[in-house]
C-alpha cells in the first residue's frame, strides 16, 4: 500500500512524512521507506546522506528498468516528450533536461518494484510518480489537457496526501534551504519557479475532485493536530493493523 507525499517546494513534505510516520508507529502501525524496502532497515540506517542514497537508488533502477520500461512506456514517452518540448526554468540545457528525465525514470521503476515487493505493507514515499509532475512541468504552468493526459498515463499510489501552502510561504521558505530546487539561481529565478509550481498543483488537486485518494494538508501549519488528523485518517482508510509489517 503506498502513500505519497507531494507538493511544491517548500510546502512541508519531509516534516509532515517524519511527524505522520512517528504518530503511526505510536499507534502500533509499521510503515517503511522505499530505501528500507530495497536494502532493508538495518542498511538503510547506515546510509543516512541524501546523496549516497540518491546513487544507490540509481544503481539499482538499472536492473529493474527494461521490465518497468516497458509496463511504463506511455508515462515514459510522454514525460520525455514534454520535457523536450518545453524549455522551462529547470530544463534550460540538454543535460538540466537528462536529468530530469533521469528522476522521471527513477521515480517509476521505484514504483515499479514497490508494487510487487510492497504487497501487504503501508511504504510511505516522500516524492513519488505523481509528484513526476512537478519534474515535468517545473517552472510553467500546464494546460489542463496536459495535467488530464498526465495523470491518466501515470501510475498512482494508493493515497496521495498534498500538501500545500500560502505562495509567500513557499517563497521564504524555498530561498531559506540551503539546497533549493534549482542551484545558482537567481532570487527571481526560484521565485518565478516556486510560483508556477505552486499554480500547477492547485491545478492538479482540482483533477482529483470527491476522489478519496487525495488528502489535502495545510503546510503553513505544522501543529501536532494536523498529524494526528493525518495519521487517524490514513488508519481509518486503510486499517494498517491488518497489514503484513
Same mark, same amino acid.
Given at each position: ?64 528498468? $527494461? ?7 506511455? $508515462?515514459?514517452?510522454?514525460?520525455? *516528450?514534454? $520535457? ?15 536529468? +530530469? ?28 510518480? $505523481? ?27 494508493? +493515497? ?78 486503510? *486499517? ?6
Amino acid at each position: 500500500m503506498i502513500i505519497e507525499f507531494t507538493g511544491c517546494s517548500g510546502a512541508g513534505k519531509s516534516f509532515f512524512f517524519n511527524k505522520v510516520r512517528l504518530e503511526l508507529a505510536k499507534r502500533g502501525c509499521t510503515t517503511c521507506t522505499p530505501f528500507e524496502l530495497l536494502l532493508g532497515r538495518r542498511i538503510s540506517a547506515l546510509v543516512r546522506l541524501e546523496m549516497f542514497r540518491n546513487l544507490i537508488l540509481d544503481i539499482l533502477a538499472v536492473f529493474i528498468f $527494461i521490465p518497468a520500461y516497458f509496463l511504463n512506456r506511455p $508515462i515514459l514517452n510522454f514525460a520525455y *516528450q514534454t $520535457i523536450f518540448a518545453h524549455k522551462t526554468i529547470n530544463s534550460s540545457s540538454f543535460f538540466s533536461r537528462l536529468n +530530469l528525465m533521469r528522476n522521471v525514470t527513477k521515480r517509476i521503476v521505484l514504483d515499479h518494484f514497490l508494487r510487487g515487493s510492497g504487497r501487504g505493507r503501508i511504504v510511505l514515499v516522500d516524492e513519488g510518480t $505523481i509528484h513526476i509532475s512537478h519534474i515535468v512541468f517545473g517552472g510553467r504552468v500546464p494546460e489542463k489537457r496536459e495535467l488530464v493526459e498526465f495523470l491518466e498515463k501515470v501510475p498512482q499510489p494508493d +493515497l496521495i496526501v498534498c500538501l500545500d501552502s500560502l505562495t509567500e510561504v513557499l517563497i521564504k521558505r524555498t530561498l531559506s534551504r540551503p539546497d533549493p530546487p534549482i542551484r545558482k539561481a537567481s532570487k527571481t529565478t526560484l521565485q518565478n519557479f516556486v510560483e508556477a509550481s505552486s499554480e500547477m498543483f492547485a491545478m492538479l488537486t482540482k483533477q482529483f475532485v470527491s476522489n478519496h485518494k487525495l488528502i489535502v494538508i495545510d503546510g503553513s501549519r505544522t501543529d501536532q493536530i494536523q498529524v494526528q488528523e493525518l495519521a487517524s485518517r490514513i488508519c481509518e482508510l486503510y *486499517q494498517p493493523e491488518k497489514l503484513v509489517v
